[in-house]
């Protein structure tokens, strides 16, 4: 069992680490926070459920990767805008105005 309980928390681990990769720092931040927020509710749940560490450790390890790809995933995106420039048209993050 000590097994299981590894593979689930080095999931999560993994999951956090590479809902990173090439992100905005918004969805850093909301990735981290709802990692934490996930981990808390699902040590919460699995102690209800399970009544025991095990089930407390399960229900944390997924709350906490479930929490940070939701966190990720719901950051507002910044889209792309085509501008003419004197050299061409060029990309770039758009600005409030548009």
Do not use: E
């Amino acid at each position: 069992m000590k097994f299981r309980i590894t593979v689930s928390a080095l999931a999560a681990v993994a999951t956090i680490a590479v809902a990173g990769c090439s992100a905005t720092d918004q969805q850093i931040n909301r990735a981290g926070t709802g990692a934490a927020v996930g981990a808390i509710g699902g040590a919460l749940v699995g102690q209800a459920v399970g009544r025991n560490t095990k089930s407390t450790l399960i229900g944390a390890a997924s709350g906490a990767a479930l929490g940070g790809i939701v966190g990720a995933a719901s950051a507002p995106q910044r889209q792309t805008c085509r501008y003419q420039g004197v050299n061409g048209v060029y990309t770039a993050p758009c600005t409030d105005g548009y």
